[in-house]
């Protein structure tokens, strides 16, 4: 079973509003993933990460940025928030440290609402 | 490139009766993984299977049975005796060296089950 958080679930805001998604891991997963998704669509991949420092930008641009300075915390933040923006993010981790698999366990997910 | 295509988009059926979702995949690597995941409407992502491309043997786990068929390229999931709770989004993926272990998703079947 997964350790994995996100926190808001669920997120009403304004345009032009900076927001924080947060994702944590109690797993010691070294990699890391942030996915956008539309309701029960097909899921892309906005940003990743092989560990602390590490922080890659995935197949669809995004205008989010995202940090890895812990190991176990990998928020995504949006400078100023659009009604475009509106959509799910998931949170997904996989690999303990020394570890090979790539499963990814997926977070609960927040659905973002821009008006 | 490698791909992942599910070509049912959605499949209803009524309860109790058996159903089969296709994933159809392809990838030049020989040593690849295959997954199942399921998206309920909740929306958080449930890892259901792990496969390796060294194993073809077939996966039971209580209701849900896999085929993998490398001679096809293709990993089917079979629901035996449905119920209304297995309906969700069932999303196949694929990893390999090519994609550096990253995930390449299918688009997902959308399974109804009926009462």
């Known amino acids: 079973e997964a350790d994995i958080y996100q926190t808001p679930r669920y997120l009403v805001i304004g345009t032009g509003k900076k927001i924080t998604l947060e994702c944590s891991q109690t797993m010691g997963h070294d990699k890391m993933y942030w996915y956008q998704q539309d309701p029960g669509m097909e899921l892309h991949l906005i940003h990743y990460s092989y560990g602390v420092n590490s922080t890659e930008k995935g197949d669809l641009s995004s205008e989010s940025t995202v940090s890895r300075i812990r190991t176990e915390h990998f928020p995504l933040t949006l400078e100023s928030a659009r009604p475009s923006h509106t959509s799910q993010y998931l949170c997904?981790?996989?690999?303990?440290?020394?570890?090979?698999?790539?499963?990814?366990?997926f977070g609960p997910g927040t659905r973002l609402t821009v008006l | 490139a490698q791909k992942v295509t599910q070509a049912q988009t959605e499949i209803s059926v009524v309860e109790k009766e058996d159903v089969t979702l296709d994933c159809v995949y392809e990838t030049r690597d020989t040593t690849y993984y295959l997954f199942w995941y399921k998206q309920p409407p909740s929306g958080e992502l449930v890892f259901l299977i792990r496969r390796n491309s060294f194993d073809e043997q077939n996966e039971i786990s209580g209701r849900y049975s896999w085929n993998f068929q490398k001679s096809t390229s293709s990993f089917n999931f079979t629901i035996t005796a449905s119920q209304v709770v297995d309906s969700a989004v069932y999303f196949c993926a694929l990893s390999d060296m090519d994609s550096n272990y990253q995930l390449i998703w299918g688009a997902g079947t959308k399974l109804i089950i009926k009462p």
């Open positions: 997904a981790s996989s690999v303990p440290r020394g570890g090979r698999t790539d499963t990814q366990y």
